[in-house]
């Protein structure tokens, strides 16, 4: 009895939102199809008796504006403000309205209203902003953020803000300038920076980098002229700027995040760049990752054509009186690397030295290297030759590598067998992450073999995408929609978005199946859906079209408002309405 209590207390407390969404949806499926003026009178309908439904007001918020008709969202906005005055949400709805309908200064007095009652708050300052950003109205809104700092107190408040409109309006330096101050404030937003001035037209990239490296910036500002650089394809000039940088207590986590960031490109010059940083980033750290990073620096040095410093590297480690027994081992390991790498004839004289039993590679060296020669294996396509690379091995590393070669070969439930016996924190992050997004999807399968997924998984692990995504729909053919149909159409779609070009048309196609075949907030269709409309947002988003990936991603978060996707999801509408310019 307790129990059906309980149940029906949930439900009670459920249904109002589930009847919201249900209210919602005629509109948003009208707005979808381009009937905007029918879908403005669902959302007048449905706030007319709930004035404070925000998503029904956001409705109308589009869909007005697309018909000229803004006027009517004024009152309905006012009388929202009047049931909930102290709702965010509805105060940055009054902030666009009035700047949708060019009154700058009932805008400015509601701002300021809002300010008074938050007065340590640059929210309403940051809404003000952005209210005339939409608008192109730069000069209005670097007053209304410059005001913000004013008030507020410190260089650094609101820099963010005032950087990405600088870089909206053209001014490209100010955005550089603005972003060193945000970084200074805050150095977890440098990544972004760096994302973000990235995309600055080539003409300006020295101008840029000059602001950055000025006589007083500071190292992690410098960092982000250094990031930038390697993002323009400069490694030599990106190290000139990031070594001397490497004397304050953020070097270590630096130098590992250059390093990354020089492995993403391929020029012999970013080999030789990385292959510096991994020197200086193994001085840092303790003897069994330095020993690690100076066997990988000597393998990037050699592809970078610095023969040199590769010999440097290695002569320190031979040595090193204080360094282990095992750093003697460690020049044969980074040369076997080097073997591997190249592939081809290669990998047999690479696996001929790692069978010699007089070979001083240490046991781990060795299970690394055999791993390593395995997946150089598969890379190849040799899944047999990958499976004897791996010999005896009885590590978690190598279980998971089988269960990769299992996967390949289609038989499903040994690679499950596998990746459950490696557990979900064997290797890195980045593989683990893998095994566990691939058990997710072998999960949804549930059939023991299925050579044509293998087949196409394999394909991809090859980089044969175009093969891969007409593999994966073939096998995704076979298979019913609640038995991991969606979920590899889904990982086809991905792959068909990241191809981009003439692919785009595919993964739009397979993201409409999945969410038409997820139906409105079912749970049959699994996490599918939802990860495939966010895809599809972003897709849209990409190719520069946010007005259509808005409705998207608004029904998203109501339809699947439990979804792990959520989140993104709403981060992803931010983006996308700050994209739409308007006028």
Request: glycine share 8%; net charge neutral.
């Amino acid at each position: 009895m307790k129990t059906s209590l309980k149940l029906a207390f949930l439900l009670l407390i459920a249904a109002p939102s589930l009847a919201r969404a249900q209210a919602l949806s005629p509109g948003f499926e009208l707005e979808r199809t381009g009937r905007y003026a029918d879908a403005a009178n669902v959302y007048l309908t449905i706030v007319r008796a709930d004035p404070i439904n925000i998503p029904a007001l956001l409705g109308l918020e589009r869909v007005l504006f697309v018909l000229n008709r803004m006027p009517e969202l004024l009152p309905l906005v006012q009388r929202a403000r009047l049931h909930a005055p102290d709702n965010p949400a509805l105060r940055s709805l009054e902030l666009r309205t009035y700047a949708a309908l060019n009154e700058g200064d009932s805008l400015e007095a509601a701002a300021l209203r809002w300010a008074a009652t938050a007065p340590h708050s640059d929210a309403p300052y940051r809404e003000w902003g952005l209210a005339l950003v939409d608008h192109r109205m730069w000069d209005d809104a670097r007053r209304a953020y410059l005001t913000g700092r004013k008030t507020l107190g410190g260089e650094g408040t609101l820099a963010i803000e005032l950087a990405e409109l600088e870089q909206r309006a053209g001014n490209w330096e100010a955005s550089a300038r603005e972003w060193a101050r945000a970084v200074v404030r805050s150095p977890d937003g440098a990544p972004n920076a760096a994302a973000q001035l990235s995309e600055s037209p080539p003409p300006l990239h020295d101008r840029i980098v000059r602001v950055l490296t000025g006589p007083d910036a500071r190292p992690r500002v410098r960092r982000i002229a250094a990031e930038l650089l390697l993002t323009w394809g400069q490694p030599a000039q990106a190290w000139s700027v990031f070594e001397p940088t490497l004397s304050d207590s953020d070097a270590q986590g630096s130098l590992r995040r250059f390093a990354d960031l020089a492995g993403t490109l391929t020029t012999p010059e970013a080999h030789r760049v990385r292959g510096l940083a991994l020197t200086r980033w193994a001085d840092l750290v303790p003897w069994p990752l330095a020993a690690r990073a100076r066997a990988e620096a000597v393998r990037e040095l050699l592809e970078g054509g610095d023969r040199v410093a590769a010999r440097g590297v290695l002569e320190r480690l031979a040595t090193d009186s204080t360094a282990p027994t095992e750093a003697h081992s460690v020049a044969q390991s980074a040369l076997l690397q080097v073997l591997i790498a190249d592939g081809g004839a290669q990998l047999d004289v690479a696996e001929k030295q790692l069978a010699d039993p007089n070979s001083r590679l240490s046991a781990d060296d060795r299970a690394a290297l055999r791993l390593a020669l395995a997946r150089a294996r598969i890379a190849r396509g040799q899944l047999d030759r990958a499976t004897a690379a791996l010999g005896d091995d009885s590590s978690v590393t190598a279980v998971a590598q089988r269960g990769w070669i299992a996967l390949y070969r289609g038989d499903l439930k040994d690679a499950m067998e596998s990746f459950r016996l490696a557990g979900p924190y064997a290797t890195d992050r980045a593989a683990a992450t893998d095994r566990t997004a691939m058990m997710a999807l072998l999960q949804r399968v549930q059939q023991e073999s299925s050579p044509e997924l293998g087949a196409a998984l394999l394909a991809l692990a090859r980089g044969d995408s175009t093969n891969a995504i007409a593999g994966l729909r073939r096998a995704a053919g076979r298979l019913p929609v609640q038995g991991g149909r969606l979920e590899v159409l889904l990982l086809a779609g991905q792959v068909a978005a990241h191809l981009g070009g003439e692919q785009d048309v595919t993964a739009v196609a397979l993201f409409d199946e999945i969410v038409r075949a997820g139906g409105e907030g079912g749970e049959g269709g699994g996490a599918a859906p939802p990860a495939a409309e966010l895809d599809w947002a972003r897709l849209l988003v990409h190719q520069g079209r946010s007005s259509e990936a808005i409705p998207h991603l608004e029904h998203l978060i109501l339809t699947y408002p439990s979804s792990a996707v959520v989140p993104e999801a709403r981060r992803e509408l931010e983006r996308a309405k700050g994209a739409i310019p308007k006028s």
